[in-house]
């Protein structure tokens, strides 16, 4: 009995040990409530692989017109330009492609079937923002990562616009390294950069933006409901 006890105070120990070790990693970039599980595993995961900690931005909300707000879930800014994450995490197989605004979640071997923005225009969307924030934006190369977390399983071919990847997040790493591959990006001003992303990440903390960026797309959604 005592042995048992023993090793489970062990495994308990240790697994608490990286728990805390992973918190205190995260802090370094974000906190422990923003975002969703998923894409703080995704922090964690580039911090823990060499990613400099003053390169990543997490839950950004940028300023895109009077009271509106576009959130981003995670922005990287490297030597080849600036990597924009868009997290999801479902179960089931994956139906869609570039050009249906709509995309299928499929569970319990058909009998279930959700709904979705195609997440390759949403972030689209989220660069095209992002663009007319800085003039020197126009020259600096921008790319979409699409990160799928959870038991998911594309179901068919989609037709993947150019500096866009749609992966699982085991192979997330593999991409950002082919990323770090090309030619180096013509940035004018990169503090300019930095605190554009700085500021987006800022505004995540403050409870207005946040509620009034919720009820922004409400009033969105019911629009489209009523069309």
Not at 48 to 64: A, C, R, S, W
Request: glycine fraction near 6%; proline fraction near 2%.
């Amino acid at each position: 009995m005592g042995l048992v006890l023993f090793i489970f105070l062990f495994i308990l120990s240790t697994f608490i040990y990286f728990e805390l070790k992973e918190i205190k990693l995260l802090n370094r970039v974000t906190g422990i409530r923003r975002g969703t599980k998923s894409e703080r595993k995704l922090v964690v995961k580039l911090l823990k692989h060499g990613v400099p900690e003053q390169t990543i931005f997490h839950d950004l909300y940028i300023e895109i017109g009077k009271s509106r707000y576009c959130q981003i879930d995670l922005v990287v800014a490297t030597r080849t330009g600036i990597i924009v994450f868009e997290v999801k995490e479902y179960n089931g197989w994956i139906f869609g492609n570039s050009y249906r605004k709509q995309w299928i979640q499929i569970l319990a071997y058909g009998n279930v079937k959700h709904r979705f923005y195609n997440p390759i225009m949403q972030n689209e969307k989220h660069i095209q923002h992002l663009r007319k924030k800085l003039p020197q934006f126009e020259k600096v190369p921008f790319y979409s990562v699409i990160v799928f977390y959870g038991n998911c399983e594309f179901k068919n071919d989609i037709n993947v616009p150019n500096k866009t990847y749609i992966v699982y997040s085991k192979d997330v790493l593999n991409v950002v390294k082919m990323i770090n591959e090309n030619e180096q990006a013509k940035y004018q001003n990169k503090r300019e950069v930095v605190e554009l992303f700085k500021k987006g990440a800022l505004n995540g903390k403050e409870r207005r933006i946040r509620n009034e960026h919720i009820r922004n797309i409400r009033s969105l959604m019911d629009a489209r409901n009523i069309n």
